[in-house]
């Protein structure tokens, strides 16, 4: 008969966390780091593209939505899936819960005065991971930064713009196309080096959103990489998308 | 919300039901699990629609996909996901493959836990053997026989594998010809609900429906469906 017993479960669960922990070992043991992009000064000019970046980045999803996302982990040269379930309101600020084939991986919440919230422990996922990657993931993938300022340009002419240095030392760098529309490119620095970057892809308009969104993104951090797509999204009294 | 024994039983539980869709019987009388095994042994293929809403306690709308299922005997399975992104999980019977569409072209992943997928396809297509409905010494069932459907109701014995899944329920035409719905509950008030529609039992599925480096295009098996009766 098929091997239904408990036992099969808790060793699948396990081989699971002991996959992620094999994963986020290695990974940790031989963090990566990207090649700083050189920045010339902002020297005032183009104030009007800054900022249009700067109101772009801080509008770019709606205010209240929800989303459907399917992700690619990559951690350890292994691939995992799963799926998350975005809410955002200003109320309830940002709610995700992942779900993998094997059961929810995490539920939580980053509040509007930035903190986590963590909702749901799970064997899949250490709590001090849910809040260090995940929370991670979703602040800087989907919640508009703080008090970005111009900072210069790259030698092609794109906008680079900054946030101010968080308590752990993080410190945001933003790469827009040259006119402010297009986000191209988010940075993590820490100690002066970059060990998080994201990369936006595929613009386009949901119904309901106002401009186009990334609808993936591709991150690569210390650890792991993620390819992360907005698979869904609805804005609550407009039509369903895509 | 789907668990590890929620995958189990999702595909385990399903494909036990659809295996009555073999039965003849024309009767709405309580069914034994011994009479499902039965049915269920004479399922050579089953290829059906679903549409799985995974209901989160802290949410209120659901997670939703849909797609097909395919199975063949002695231990093939595809679960292909195509709405709201696209994904394919396929198992050959000896071994476990998926896909992700992206940018516009399939890529076929480097899995993890491959093995483990492995076994829970593999226990999957032994439900098609019969022998999970025939066993009585994991789940107490009851049949609960409504209006214009049959409902059978699992729930585990184990007290650890009760603490996963509470119930299983599945939702039978009461003719017993069709299958309209499994819904995995667990505790805490978190549920699976995947309906079926478009449901065709021993059809001749396309060579490569299986196959773990090209399989065929999803089309191509909707295209002999629609050639069959359903």
Redesign the interface.
Known sequence: ??????M??K???H??FV?LIA?FATGCATPKHYTPLDVLPNDGTDRAAFSRAKQRMENLFPAEY?A?Q?A?V????????C?G?L?VSPAEGH?L?I?S????VT?LRVKADGGCEL??VTPLLREDWSRRFVARDLRWLFVAPAHLRPAGHFADGKLNLLTAEDSAGVTAQYVFSPDGTRWQELDLWQDGKTFYRVVPKHFRKFAGTPAEVPDEFDVSAEAYRL?L?I??LTVPNTEVS? | ?????????IF?VLLLALGLLTASAQTNAPVSLAQISGAMGRAQTVFTRFVQE?H?S??T?P???EGFLCFEKPGRIRWETTA??K?I?VSDGSGVA?F?W?DEKW?K?????G???Q??VS??A??M?G??A??SR?YTATVTNCTDELVITLIPK?E??RK?MAAIEVHLTADLKGTRRVVLRENGG?YTDIQFSEQFVNLELPLKTFDRSTPVDIEKIRAAAANAKP
């Open positions: 008969m098929p091997n239904l017993d408990p099969s479960f060793t699948a669960k081989l699971l996959a994963a929800r459907t399917r690619i990559t951690a350890g040269g292994k691939q995992f899936t799926d379930l809410k709610h819960a779900v084939t094997f059961g929810v539920d909702l749901k390819e797509r698979a869904e895509p | 919300m789907k668990t590890f024994p929620d995958l189990k039983n385990g995974r989160l802290l949410f709308e997670l939703r996909s709201p992104y994904s999980l998926q992700e992206t890529q992943l480097d899995l993890g836990l093995d483990a997928l076994n829970v226990q999957i032994g439900v053997d022998r999970y025939g066993d994991n184990n650890t594998m996963m978190d």
